[in-house]
Each structure stands twice: as structure tokens, then as C-alpha cells.
């Protein structure tokens, strides 16, 4: 897209008339990427404006669903984690951390009365690696990160020493799970609430959260 000297994207002349036409249309074009993005116009004091834009909705029915552009309240005096919630089709925040299973958006510093600063922390269209280790050693469950839970293949790894569930998030998501830890000890995959899956020690399997209960796709292998 971006070789030169000739680009697939209509360019601005320094003699044509009308510029802004052709920057209008060429912004619109790439509308698809600013879902999520900071809005200036409708930012101001501890509200925060952003752009909607469509998304695949989920569920019983998929759709392209078009999330329209909103404002939300920003809790003063706080690092505010703003993140798209893609079941509930909403933009929300917290001032804990990013919610596991949900988009992150930026974080926003505050103070008492204004946006101090702010982070965009989107990452659609970069290279990701999909396979995500995690050490769980020892006896004590593990509850998994947002960055950590949107891996495609999660290994666990460590010495057990004793039973314990790694818990991940029931928005509607698919893993294939490596139970690489030692020890005669179960692993079992888990939301905060439902029912799991135990994956044996040596063993892979595929699971995904039905949004209630991890469920199984394959059996260990």
C-alpha cells in the first residue's frame, strides 16, 4: 500500500482545489480501523468520546453489528481502563484492570477534573504470537490475565503440587490447551463459575467457554 512512488490510496495534490474532499473520502475508506479510537470532539473534562464503527456480534444469530459513537463517565483522579465489551456489544470502564475477554481500549489517566493523559492500547491488524506459556508450579489455582487468556494455544508448565484449576474468562472463546506440568496432579480449565474440564498431565486438548462452562471439542490426545 504504502511503496513508492505510486500508493493504492487517493493522494492530496499541493495544486488541487477541494482537499479536504479527497481527505474526507479517504478517511471514511478506513473508517473500519478507528473502531474504538479516541473521539476529540466529544472529549472533554471526565468524558471520553470514541468512535463506533461494525462488529461481528456472536451468539445465536452472528450479525455485523454497528456499534454507534458514544461518550462515557471516566472516574476521577484514577487510571481508567477503557475496553469494548464484544457479547454485550458496549464500551465501558474500570479503574481495576482490563477485563479478561474483553477488547482493550486505552488507558486514561485522570485528575480531579480532566484527562491527564491517555494510551491507546489497540492492537487489531499487528502481528500477535498465539501460543502463550504459563507457569502454574506449585498448588495454587491461576487465574489467567486478558493478555494471557487471549492466546489461541495456552501451555502450562511447572512441577504440581497438588490438584488445581486454571481459570479463564466464559466470554465465548477457544483454546487449544497443552497440559505440560509434571507431578501426579490434576489440571483442571475453568470459568470463575460453571464447570471445567480436566486436561491430563502430557496431554493437549481443545476447549472453548460456551459462555457458561468450559466444554470440550477434542478429547486429550
Known amino acids: 500500500m504504502a511503496d513508492g512512488p505510486t500508493s493504492n490510496l487517493d493522494q492530496i495534490s499541493s495544486a488541487q482545489s477541494q482537499k479536504e474532499v479527497t481527505a474526507n473520502a479517504g478517511t471514511d475508506g478506513e473508517s473500519p480501523a478507528s473502531f474504538g479510537a479516541r ?3 466529544a472529549t472533554s473534562g471526565l468524558t471520553w468520546g470514541y468512535y ?3 462488529y461481528m456480534a456472536g451468539g445465536a444469530s452472528p ?9 462515557i463517565a471516566l472516574s476521577a483522579s484514577l487510571t481508567n481502563y477503557v475496553e469494548f465489551d464484544p457479547v454485550a456489544g458496549t464500551v465501558s470502564s474500570n479503574v ?10 486505552y488507558t486514561c489517566v485522570t485528575g480531579a477534573s480532566t484527562i491527564t493523559s491517555y494510551t491507546d492500547q489497540r492492537c487489531w491488524g499487528a502481528p500477535q504470537n498465539p501460543r502463550v506459556t504459563v507457569n502454574v508450579a ?5 487465574t489467567l490475565t486478558r493478555a494471557q487468556a487471549n492466546g489461541q494455544i495456552l501451555e502450562f508448565t511447572g512441577a504440581l503440587t497438588g490438584n ?18 509434571s507431578g ?30 468450559v466444554v470440550r471439542v477434542t478429547a486429550d490426545t
Open 63 to 71: 450479525a455485523i453489528t454497528m456499534l454507534a459513537n458514544g461518550t
Open 138 to 142: 506449585g498448588n495454587a489455582n491461576v
Open 164 to 181: 488445581i484449576q486454571v481459570i479463564v474468562p466464559l466470554n465465548p472463546d477457544q483454546w487449544t490447551v497443552f497440559n505440560n506440568t
Open 39 to 41: 473521539r476529540a470532539s
Open 184 to 213: 501426579a496432579f490434576s489440571l483442571t480449565v475453568i470459568g470463575a463459575s460453571g464447570t471445567g474440564i480436566v486436561v491430563a498431565t502430557g496431554k493437549r486438548a481443545i476447549l472453548y467457554s460456551d459462555g457458561t462452562n
Open 96 to 105: 481495576t484492570a482490563f477485563t479478561a475477554g474483553r477488547v482493550p481500549l
Open 52 to 54: 463506533g464503527g461494525k
